[in-house]
């Protein structure tokens, strides 16, 4: 699975690098290394929600606060 997190402006200040340092960690903890990729990309086009972040081509709405909310209901679905 590759994970694309947009570090574009409005995403950065939005959290976006927090949102890779947790997605990173949590890809770890769980040995999903070999299985999930995390990509930095600009703008996926969906500046006027949270951080966008597009998964297996689906596009997400991601705040640090609920990065773990995510990797259960996505990640962990798709990849385990």
Do not use: W
């Not at 705040?63 to 995510?70: A, I, L, S, Y």
């Amino acid at each position: 699975m590759e994970i694309q997190v947009c570090i574009g402006s409005v995403c950065h200040l939005k959290g976006s690098y927090d949102i890779i340092h947790q997605l990173e960690e949590m890809i770890a903890s769980h040995g999903l290394e070999d299985r999930v990729t995390i990509k930095a990309a600009f703008c996926l086009g969906n500046c006027t929600g949270a951080v966008c972040v597009k998964a297996d081509g689906e596009i997400y709405s991601v705040q640090p606060e609920n990065v773990g909310k995510f990797f259960e209901t996505v990640v962990e679905k798709k990849v385990m």
